[in-house]
């Protein structure tokens, strides 16, 4: 392969679920990888596995997208080598807590507005200058059907699934015509991931929300998330919102039983 032509996606969040299935799909197709997320070992679990199984190069990162001294130490160690990022995949995120908004936990709620909001900010301003510079790039933010309507006991992390939808209008009113693409992935519920675990601090049996109907799973999103990023240089898919066939919106579920 001309090396010269292989493209470079970063994608964020890649020690579990959809990041993981994504930076897999895109190193199955011949591009170089850069993995991001807090589990060193995980990111090297999977790096050692995509270096094996494809001929593409991959780095890895491992920071706290909320500390904003720790992104920028990550992303300057990329060098010279890594300093041509193509793809930016925005996926880092997570949901705590599942509370009416007087009982919320404060914390849950800093997480989240750090992770989910701040995290993707600091990506983004400090991968997308180098973009502008040669006036070609992709941004690709993982946004949530919580971000297009709220449901009971969401509120902040819908919120802050709402604040990405506004950032990717806002991102693509800044770059269109600098050359650069930004797009959005909604998914709906999502299996194979550690989503519901994390939200409920561990606690497996709250953890059990896809027994009785069959969710998206990470590869579904990940093969839509491919789709958007290799589309022809003249077309930017804006927004895909995608759910389950048994999900039809945040409040709209049929758990009447999986595989149907
Ligand atoms: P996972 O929990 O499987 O993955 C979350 C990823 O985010 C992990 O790799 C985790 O890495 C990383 N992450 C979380 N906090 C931090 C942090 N402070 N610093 C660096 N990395 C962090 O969940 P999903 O794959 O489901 O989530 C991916 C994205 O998809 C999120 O933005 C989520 O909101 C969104 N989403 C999920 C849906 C679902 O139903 N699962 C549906 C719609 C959207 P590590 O722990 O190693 O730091
Ligand atoms: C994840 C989808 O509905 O569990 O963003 O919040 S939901």
């Keep these: 392969m001309n090396k010269n032509l292989t493209k470079t996606v970063l994608v964020t ?31 090297e679990e999977l790096k050692s596995k995509l270096k094996k199984k494809y001929v593409v190069k991959v780095k890895s990162l ?9 992104v920028k130490k990550a992303v300057k160690s990329l ?8 793809i930016l995949i925005n996926n880092a995120g997570l949901a705590m807590g599942l509370d009416p908004i007087h009982k919320g936990k404060i914390e849950h709620w800093e997480t989240m507005i750090d992770t989910n909001i701040k995290g993707l900010l600091y990506m983004t301003r ?24 709220a449901y009971p006991n969401g509120n902040v992390y819908c919120a ?14 800044d770059f269109y015509k600098l050359g650069l693409r930004v797009s959005q992935v909604s998914p709906g519920m999502v299996e194979e991931t550690e989503f519901a675990i994390t939200r409920f601090e561990g606690d497996e049996k709250r953890a059990k929300i896809y027994e009785d109907f069959t969710p998206l799973r990470s590869k579904d999103v990940a093969e839509v998330i491919y789709f958007v990023a290799t589309r022809p240089k003249h077309v930017n898919i804006q927004d895909v919102l995608m759910m389950s066939s048994q999900q039809a919106g945040s409040n709209f579920v049929d758990r009447s039983g999986r595989d149907k």
């Design 62 to 70: 491992c920071f706290d997208i909320r500390k904003l001294q720790e």
């Design 13 to 43: 969040g890649a020690t579990s679920g959809i990041g993981k299935a994504t930076a897999t799909l895109f190193a199955k197709n011949g591009y170089d990888i850069i993995i991001t997320g807090r589990r060193a070992e995980k990111l």
């Design 160 to 173: 802050t699934k709402s604040a990405v939808d506004m950032l990717t209008k806002g991102m693509r009113l």
């Design 126 to 149: 400090l991968i997308s200058p180098e973009m502008v510079k040669k006036g070609s790039g992709h941004i690709i933010n993982i946004c949530s059907t919580a971000g297009n309507d």
């Design 79 to 86: 060098g010279e080598e890594w300093s041509q990022v193509d």
